[in-house]
T-cell receptor, first 112, second 112 residues
């Protein structure tokens, strides 16, 4: 069964600074990988996804993520965060059987 | 023109009551899901339907019964509500397996 680990429960970053959120997955085959963002009191919005091909994927809101098979990682990055990026970020791995497994999430706080 | 919608957005009820949450998607997807997000924000899949057929049924009490009247709707009925059922319930949809899942805004259920 697949699983996802997000090692950082909470990250605080200054506005304008760079952000990196870590995600490690466990899955026997080639994974389908996703990053979702959840703003306070809102649903989940897809930031980006990796299915195959180029290991560096670009998403919305200036986010990107890099798939590294050797490290079983799919870390999310943003060069310069905005106050509106404060939210909960979830990494998820999917399989061929419809099931999506989520990590525990990382809370991002942005300070002025 | 919300893609995945849920009603109600908030639901406060007493223990022992029976309640339903409705979900509708207008994306033309053939697969719909119910997820539960607990107080620690951990997301776990409960059910999945593909073309009105149940394909995923995780370890969920049988007090929870999903119903899919058509491909665009997946409702969740909960009997004899318990305090531990308090959570945010998310509906999602996708076009088939291993495809991006699009989430609704969530239904915040509080059982008193």
């Amino acid at each position: 069964a697949q699983s996802v680990t997000q090692p950082d429960i909470h990250i605080t970053v200054s506005e304008g600074a760079s952000l990196e959120l870590r995600c490690n997955y466990s899955y026997g085959a080639t994974p389908y990988l996703f990053w979702y963002v959840q703003s306070p009191g809102q649903g989940l919005q897809l930031l980006l996804k990796y299915f195959s091909g180029d290991t560096l994927v670009q998403g919305i809101k200036g986010f990107e993520a890099e798939f590294k098979r050797s490290q079983s990682s799919f870390n999310l990055r943003k060069p310069s965060v905005h106050w509106s990026d404060a939210a909960e970020y979830f990494c998820a791995v999917g399989d061929n059987d419809y099931k999506l497994s989520f990590g525990a999430g990382t809370t991002v706080t942005v300070r002025a | 023109d919300t893609a995945v919608s849920q009603t109600p957005k908030y639901l406060v009820t007493q223990m022992g009551n029976d309640k339903s949450i409705k979900c509708e998607q207008n994306l033309g997807h053939d697969t719909m899901y119910w997820y539960k997000q607990d107080s620690k924000k951990f997301l776990k899949i409960m059910f999945s339907y593909n073309n009105k057929e149940l394909i995923i049924n995780e370890t969920v009490p049988n007090r929870f019964s999903p119903k899919s009247p058509d491909k665009a709707h997946l409702n969740l009925h909960i009997n004899s509500l318990e305090l531990g059922d308090s959570a945010v319930y998310f509906c999602a949809s996708s076009q088939g397996e291993a495809e991006t899942q699009y989430f609704g805004p969530g239904t915040r259920l509080l059982v008193l």
